[in-house]
């Protein structure tokens, strides 16, 4: 089991000028200017929750998962951590999390993955891929398909083995966990609510998750 240690957030939600929830299964796409800080919320636990970044003023300049480990020199995100672009340049610090289990090797569910991993049966199912794609299209005149890179993966539990492998294991995040992210630049959030149901990602049942923004 990976667990790093909590960290709790010293801010209020009295404060907070911005509040949305993110249904089972669907995306949404929001930017975080310099200074703001976002907190993500796994409402009722164990629901997986698939996360880009981009630089909002230059769209092709998106979240790297290799800069990021070899900037900090291992997989998993925790507090501290800076999730760096394509080019090195530092996006968000993650500066509160209370679940502890986070990666960057997973990457976002796929109908493609789906059927191969579990089968053609799959092959209807709704995707964190898909609800990229809904939300890229909702901004097509400065994002395309081609932007859509590994991805990081907040409250699910990724292990990677000792062979190279790595494998899906029953998520840790309890309900109410959360992660905060502080813009460390103007940065255009990209989130997917996981609707996977064929692994333990989100407990085999998809919940919602809420999104609240501070002002700097
Ligand atoms: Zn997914």
């Not at 995306?27 to 800080?37: A, E, I, T, Y």
């Not at 993500?40 to 970044?53: K, P, R, Y």
């Not at 053609?120 to 395309?144: G, N, P, Q, V, W």
Request: with cysteine; glycine share 6%.
């Amino acid at each position: 089991m990976i667990k790093f240690d909590k960290a709790e957030s010293m801010k209020s939600l009295d404060d907070i000028v911005y509040d949305e929830m993110i249904p089972a299964g669907e995306g949404w796409m929001h930017p975080l200017l310099k200074g703001q800080v976002l907190r993500i919320i796994d409402l009722e636990g164990n629901q997986g929750l698939d996360f880009l970044c981009y630089d909002l003023h230059n769209p092709e300049d998106h979240y790297s998962a290799t800069q990021t480990i070899i900037n900090q020199k291992k997989l998993y995100i925790n507090t501290g951590t800076v999730l760096l672009t394509e080019s090195g340049k530092p996006l968000l610090k993650m500066v509160a999390d209370t679940c502890t289990c986070h990666d960057t090797i997973g990457g976002a569910c796929a109908t493609e993955s789906n059927t191969v991993r579990y089968g053609h049966h799959t092959l209807h199912m709704k995707t964190c891929r898909d609800s990229f794609i809904m939300m890229i299209a909702e901004h097509a005149d400065k994002y395309s398909k081609a932007d859509l890179v590994p991805n990081v993966n907040l409250f699910a539990q990724i292990l990677a083995l000792p062979d190279g492998s790595f494998e899906f294991l029953d998520g840790i995040s309890e309900p109410g966990s959360y992660v905060e992210f502080e813009a460390m630049n103007d940065t255009m959030i990209l989130i997917s609510n996981c609707p996977q149901i064929n692994n333990p990602c989100s407990g085999y049942a998809p919940t919602t998750n809420r999104v609240v923004i501070w002002d700097k």
